[in-house]
């Protein structure tokens, strides 16, 4: 068990481009940490320096507080699962599970062998495998078997490159499932790269998202969600992703209202506030944050105001509909949202705004339609700097540290099962 | 049960789509013979010339009419077993330790070439490939006076040194295809596994590599196996000379016979350890070890 400490970390390759750019994490010990990002952020770069299969340009790397830049992967006690697995293919399963102990057994040479590899087989259900070749498993098999590799090990943290990117959806959800207890059960350190933001909602204490090498922010899944810092985590966190708007505001006889191609929407003044002096601001409104305005109860209503709008075209998915409204921008607006597609790695961002809608909504594309939106939880970003202008730093803090301690509490039942069981 | 379903014209239309697949295979199967006798009439021909006796070498008949082992007797205990037994060890000796070095160096070399990235990579496989397209016969004259002048002059050193140029290149190069294969991740889960480079080299790499190591030596040793021209310019006398330069010293019982049943007898024995080593390492040529390694 080990925490892991980056400081100011710099990965620069020979052409100078720097593809990870002053890193500073401190990944506490038992903690499940996720570096997420699009393609090319240097998320995997990141995780091969701590693994010490990168050379680290500048900064340094500290486990258990001791500096590793210099170490030897083999002298790291890390364990890694690759993406592709790297499982060796003229090895059994049972010798690629062993492969770790045979080479460490000069070293410590406590506890056999095969009662180690019989346990972790029996975890992952692998002991009727063992007698295969890698080559005749299946693919959720062979991502058991690189688990086991690691588990057997009884290193100090786990690594994970993409694991679960070669396997199939329904695969890809089972497995999820079982690293995320199996890292509850084990409570190991675990840093887990992937570009899938399920990945990382789900199985993350805390998500690191990271830009062209750049880390953005470090907070928990729901954080990352309610108090993004930037336009970028916004807008990357989240499915369908969060609405950007370019908006005025402006202060009519009803209050503050916020101008914006789809229509005025009445916003609290001391949310406009933090707005004071620009005259053009970007709204980041979630889908789910509309609502039929026939449909909402008393009780919700004062906390959003009604705007009309015309849905261009609906989606009906059986539990909630996608109601769709396009608009027109400017052409800097334009420009700026074409420009955050490409930084997160998606394809153009269409001028359109996506609403999750009750299933049992009738609203019907093409006639104005009366839509409520929840205007307490709208961001207001700063369209020259991307910056949440709105962020609630302290609530956010607050969310994060609830998941840690509801990491401390699984670790403490994960350990008094361990404890009952011995 | 299918066939119930089918209207008249679709039935049709299967009976002719198989009639095409059958077709196309006759034309595989007529190709493969074609090939298989023009490869393999000379091998036949050189065999049943072997179990002819002297009298039969030239009355123009495929068959020995009386099959003899009178020649395999001739240079196995006979007149020509001293010249023929001696060359066959050369030949064995020679070609077994060229290989050996070719292998161990090109296995270290394309290794290199396959993983590090160093200045002159480039230039290290261009001048292989250079050497191995530079004329033997061009090579012999020079080295001829270099060997008898620094006393390398009919001796087998003498011979597996220039073999190595012919061997080392190729050898170079299907090596370093081959390690391309391999993937780089396995090498580095070697290591994060606890594995100096020199284990996840020996633990890893070498047993995938080894389908490749193996073709690899199979051909260097077909290639010095074959040689004729170093064979018969570098060597003298029984103490290096290989079996494919001591066929020419073959003579006949008497001047007047040739010896033409004496050479096809020891060109048959000199083919058999080659068709033993193709048979004997067929699967490990074929099989692709690598499968399963990754994604696949």
Redesign the interface.
């Known amino acids: 068990m080990a925490s892991i400490t980056l400081k100011n970390i710099v990965k620069k390759y020979d052409d100078g481009f720097p593809a990870v750019n002053n890193v500073s994490l401190d990944i506490a010990d038992g903690e499940f940490v996720i570096l997420v990002g699009p393609s090319g952020c240097g998320k995997s770069t990141l995780l091969r320096m701590i693994?010490?299969?990168e050379d680290i340009t500048s900064g340094e790397l500290q486990i258990n507080g001791r500096r590793m830049n210099e170490a030897?992967?083999?002298d790291r006690n890390?364990?890694?699962v690759?993406?592709?697995?790297?499982?060796?293919?003229?090895l059994t399963v049972y010798e690629n599970i062993a492969?770790?102990l045979r080479?460490?057994k000069d070293?410590n040479g406590g506890g056999s062998v095969d009662e180690k590899v019989q346990r972790a087989a029996k975890m992952l259900e692998l002991t009727e495998h063992l007698d295969r070749?890698?080559?005749?498993?299946s693919?959720g098999q062979?991502q058991r078997v690189a688990m086991g590799?690691a588990i057997v090990?009884e290193a100090d943290a786990f690594l994970f490159d993409e694991p679960l990117s070669?396997l199939d959806a329904k695969l890809r959800g089972q497995m999820r499932a079982e690293i995320a207890q199996l890292q509850r059960s084990l409570g190991v350190t675990s840093v887990y790269v992937t570009h899938d933001q399920t990945e990382a909602m789900t199985l993350g204490d805390r998500v690191a998202v990271l830009k062209k090498g750049i880390l953005q922010q470090v907070a928990s899944p729901r954080e990352l969600y309610e108090q993004p810092v930037n336009l970028f985590v916004a807008g990357f966190i989240g499915s369908p992703s969060m609405n950007f708007l370019p908006a005025t505001i402006t202060e009519g006889s009803g209050g503050t209202v916020l101008s914006t191609p789809i229509g005025d929407i009445p916003i609290p003044a001391d949310r406009a506030a933090v707005a004071q002096g620009k005259d053009l601001v970007l709204v980041g409104v979630r889908p789910e944050f509309f609502e039929d305005a026939t449909l909402v109860d008393e009780a919700k209503m004062p906390k959003g105001s009604v705007f009309t709008a015309e849905l261009s075209h609906l989606e009906w998915l059986g539990h909630e509909q996608y109601g769709y409204i396009e608009f027109e921008p400017d052409e800097k607006v334009r420009r700026l949202l074409s420009d955050l597609a490409a930084d997160m790695d998606a394809d153009e961002l269409r001028p359109q705004v996506v609403t999750t809608l009750s299933a049992e909504s009738r609203v019907r594309p093409g006639r104005p339609v009366e839509l409520w939106v929840d205007t307490s939880r709208i961001h207001i970003f700063d369209p020259e700097s991307g910056e949440n202008l709105t962020r609630d730093a302290e609530a956010g803090a607050e969310l994060t540290r609830m998941a840690a301690e509801e990491r401390e509490r699984e670790l403490a039942a994960a350990r008094e099962r361990d404890a009952q069981k011995a | 049960m299918s066939t119930e379903t089918l209207t008249p014209e679709e039935a049709e239309g299967q009976r002719r789509a198989r009639r095409a697949k059958r077709n196309t295979s006759i034309g595989w199967w007529v190709i493969t013979i074609v090939v298989a006798v023009w490869c393999l009439f000379p091998v036949a021909s050189i065999l049943a010339t072997s179990f002819k006796t002297p009298g039969e070498l030239s009355n123009g008949k495929f068959l020995p009419d009386n099959p003899s082992t009178s020649n395999y007797e001739e240079i196995l205990v006979g007149d020509s077993q001293e010249l023929f037994l001696s060359a066959l060890w050369n030949s064995i000796g020679i070609s077994i330790i060229a290989t050996l070095i070719a292998v161990v160096l090109a296995t270290l070399c394309a290794y290199a070439i396959a993983r590090l990235d160093f200045p002159g990579k480039k230039i290290v496989l261009t001048v292989s490939l250079m050497v191995s397209m530079f004329p033997v016969i061009s090579l012999v004259t020079p080295l001829f006076n270099l060997w008898r002048s620094i006393g390398l002059y009919d001796t087998w050193p003498g011979l597996i040194i220039p073999y190595l140029s012919l061997t080392l290149p190729i050898a170079i190069w299907t090596l370093a295809a081959f390690f391309q294969q391999i993937?780089w991740?396995?090498e580095?889960?070697?290591?994060?596994?606890?594995?100096?480079p020199l284990?996840a080299f020996r633990?890893?790499i070498v047993?995938?590599a080894a389908p490749g190591v193996f073709t690899t030596a199979i051909i260097a040793f077909f290639i010095a196996w074959n040689d004729f021209v170093y064979g018969i310019s570098l060597t003298s006398t029984e103490a290096a000379r290989p079996v494919p330069a001591a066929l020419a010293f073959f003579t006949g019982a008497s001047q007047f016979e040739s010896p033409t049943g004496a050479i096809s007898a020891a060109a048959i024995i000199v083919t058999i350890p080659v068709v033993l080593l193709v048979m004997l390492f067929q699967k490990q040529i074929v099989a692709g070890?690598?499968?399963?390694?990754?994604?696949?």
């Not at chain 1, 690759?82 to 003229?90: G, I, M, S």
């Not at chain 2, 070890?289 to 696949?296: C, M, N, P």
């Open positions: 693994v010490g299969l030897a992967p083999k890390l364990a890694m690759f993406q592709n697995y790297a499982l060796y293919p003229h492969f770790p080479l460490a070293a070749k890698p080559a005749n498993l693919g062979r590799r090990r070669n | 993937p991740e396995l580095q889960a070697a290591q994060v596994d606890g594995a100096t284990q633990k890893v047993p995938l070890l690598t499968s399963g390694a990754v994604k696949g």
